[in-house]
């Protein structure tokens, strides 16, 4: 196929647990068996450790605190905790019913990404790997670095090959974030244009509006980058000089991003119901925010929200853990701009912060714990398998 990556074969990992996936990813040579009995790879201790808990809790308490108690007062609101109090319950409850949906969502869509081929990736699987990514965002690292760290861990331990999840990785983002991107010119470009409601400045509207097209433009392209193109930099990395050297630096990033690219084409041509995942991850979470609005008698324009909700998830591109104070700061930040009453902008979001945080991470600890459980059974089972063809 013109848009396929062929990767030589990892001898660092255990065959005998290999997949072979049919798709963009991998060159599809399912006659050929090749068994590598070299020592597996254990399971360790996985990307958390205690210290980095212990740390990152620490910072989320003390960032709590000042987010519920010294920002409120900065806004004009004595009592921080009275005022979330008087958030109707009802219309919380449903927030919080929604951001499980969104949860829910974001799990459909990798397994429709990242199970493809993999008998090892079952529900119970592809349950466990989005929760305990989601914890390990909220604990360990911005803009989620924690969660492809404990993401990477457990497919390798599945058995997939580095370049495949790689590429995955790749087509994964490249669907969350096209319809981020997408609903921004929408939102942005209706907003300045007075086709939808609720008017803005040009700053937070026409802006993001270009930036976010020029941005799908670019996505795009990656696309077109030729299959070949990864041999065709190699081999300009046999040069001497500065061309050598940037030929050896990106040789794998182009290729890599455009096989991703091609693959979640791919997966957008065949309708795959799982992509709908994606719409469910951000509509619902989107919706938390706005029925979080409702609970403190506030209805903001669907396109402003959209709007400020995508402009305040910036703020996760902070190194905080879990983006705590840069979402918040960047809603409230954007949704006053919009015109949005202060006071009740920020109990708000606080609400909404408090039930998109909590509400993931602590199941998705548990999902960590599960899915070390699950990667022992996986590993127990391969050194059985090794056993039995050493014994051949």
């Known amino acids: 196929m013109g848009g396929e990556l062929h990767p030589a074969r990892d001898r660092d990992e255990p065959t005998v647990a290999r997949e072979v996936p049919v798709d963009f990813d991998v060159e599809t040579d399912a006659g050929e068996v090749d068994v590598d009995t070299s020592e597996l790879p254990t399971l360790g201790t996985g990307p958390v450790t205690p210290r980095k808990v212990v740390v990152a ?18 806004a004009g609101l004595n009592q ?23 949860v829910l969502g974001y799990a459909v869509l990798f397994r429709t990404v990242f199970a493809r081929g993999m008998t090892r990736l079952n529900w119970r699987a592809t349950i466990e790997i989005p929760l305990a990514g989601i914890a390990a965002i909220r604990l360990l690292a911005a803009a989620g670095a924690g969660g492809v760290a404990v993401t990477v861990w457990a497919l390798r331990r599945a058995g997939m090959s580095p370049r495949v999840i790689a590429c995955r990785m790749a087509a994964n983002y ?37 930036l976010s097209a020029a941005a799908l433009v670019i996505g795009a392209a990656m696309g077109l980058v030729p299959g070949d193109f990864e041999r065709r930099l190699e081999h300009m990395s046999r040069r001497s000089g500065r061309i050598g050297r940037l030929a050896t630096r990106f040789a794998t990033l182009p290729a890599t991003l455009g096989a991703g690219v091609r693959t979640a084409l791919m997966l957008v041509r065949q309708r795959h119901w799982g992509l709908l995942g994606a719409v469910a991850y951000w509509g619902f979470d989107i919706a938390c925010l706005g029925l979080s609005f409702r609970a403190f008698g506030v209805a903001v324009p669907v396109a402003i929200l959209v709007m400020g909700y995508f402009l305040g998830t910036l703020g996760s591109l ?26 009740r902008t920020v109990v708000a979001v606080l609400a909404y912060r408090a039930i998109s945080f909590w509400l993931p991470t602590l199941p998705g600890v548990g999902g960590y714990v599960s899915l070390r459980s699950t990667v022992r059974g996986w590993r127990l ?9 050493s014994e051949d």
Do not use: N
Not at 57 to 74: D, E, M, R
Not at 80 to 102: C, F, H, N
């Open 57 to 74: 809790a620490l910072f989320i308490i003390a960032a709590i605190v000042g987010l519920y108690f010294l920002v409120p007062k900065l």
């Open 80 to 102: 921080t905790w009275g005022q979330l109090k008087r958030g109707d319950p009802l219309w919380l409850a449903l927030a919080a019913g929604v951001e499980i949906l969104s």
């Open 174 to 210: 490249s669907i969350q974030y096209s319809l981020y991107l997408l609903a921004m010119v929408v939102a942005g470009f209706g907003l300045w244009s007075g086709a939808f409601p609720g008017g803005g400045p040009t700053a937070l509207t026409l802006v993001p509006a270009l």
């Open 318 to 343: 902070l190194p905080l853990p879990g983006g705590i104070g840069g979402v918040e700061g960047g809603m409230i930040g954007a949704f006053v701009a919009f015109g949005e009453p202060a006071g």
């Open 381 to 389: 089972a391969d050194e059985t398998i090794r056993e039995g063809l």
